[in-house]
């Protein structure tokens, strides 16, 4: 019977690594005889969380172990060792016997969508049989628990990611951004987020001073393996591990209508343009959505640069569908846009003068009745 090992909030906002737990996890298991089964699991929760620390992602660990006691031991000893207990994270293992059923998958799809409170974790492990280990007040058991319970069945991404040794931790990266922009144009459409054409940036490596050197996100295993092999990496690597995810599948999204909105939520949202696009002095763009139920403000921030100039573009009356996170703002509920799908265009009609068939010039009227 397969044992699951969930483990989720092991750093802050100082450090800390949830993936490198997981790696280190996965190699110690192996150490005493227990055998990984697929992919460790590296699963985005809810965006929207107010409390997370950086990339809100938990991981989950199949294993083949005949006892659940030694498997328990490892994993406390690793987040023991390398969670930023002192930082404040309130990591949560959770361990599960068997393959996690509708009420665990249920559970998932209320983590990626909602803010689940922390007793509801706990009733959920009693009636699944879930055993739980926390720190402080344990909201890690949330993610913990989801992950284990993730429902890839609609859809599912790779990361390849590769961790630092600790000499080399908080210290520039040693990547060649050449061999990142050879991998991205070799490697597209099978790998993606490699780059940003626009600001001539890669996009691989983080910007904190975590264990992560790199991560390359794809479709397939052998192709995020096979662009990591084109990398110019000039620092020593620890480990190479290969997570299955839920990046880029969108499992956060609800397709809503605006009257159901609420701050926090992700959301779908089919309508009209009904007010003009303006920019305000810090290079924002804001609009005007409405469907059957209601009216909202849309936002492309100043980040999203080429973005805001498709969305500028819009005139009351395009048909679109917009995707983002809905916050409270002081204008009112506001969705953040993300993405947008532009369905039908209105017609502007502009009138012009004639062009004059000797001088090729637009003609001037002389005024009514004048000519």
Known sequence: MPVWIGVDDT???????????AAVLARRLEEIGAKILGYPRLIRLNPNCPYKTRGNAAIAIKTDAEAIDPLRKIAIEVVEEYSELDEGAETGIAFLRGEPD??????????????????????????????????????????????????LGSGKTYELVAHRTRAYWGTVRRIDPASVFEMDRATRPYTFDNVDY??????IAPHTPCPVLLGIRGIDPEAVKRAYEMLRILEPVEYVTIFETNQATDPHYRRLRIADLRDGVSAIIDGT???????????????KLRDDAGEIYCAAYEPTKSFRKIVSKLIPGDEVTVFGAVKLKPQGLTLNLEKILVKRLAERIVRRPPICPACGRRMKSLGRNKG
């Open 102 to 151: 509708e009420r665990l998958r249920s559970f998932y799809w209320r983590a990626v969508r909602e803010l689940i409170p922390l007793e509801d974790a706990f009733r959920l492990a009693e009636e699944v049989g879930a055993e739980l280990v926390y720190y402080h007040d344990g909201r890690g058991v949330v993610g913990a628990l989801a992950a284990i319970g993730a429902d």
């Open 11 to 21: 750093d802050s906002r100082k450090g800390g690594c949830t993936t490198y737990v």
């Open 273 to 287: 343009v009904s007010e003009a696009p303006r920019t305000d002095a810090g290079g924002h763009v804001f609009f």
């Open 198 to 203: 626009e600001a001539g940036e890669i996009r």
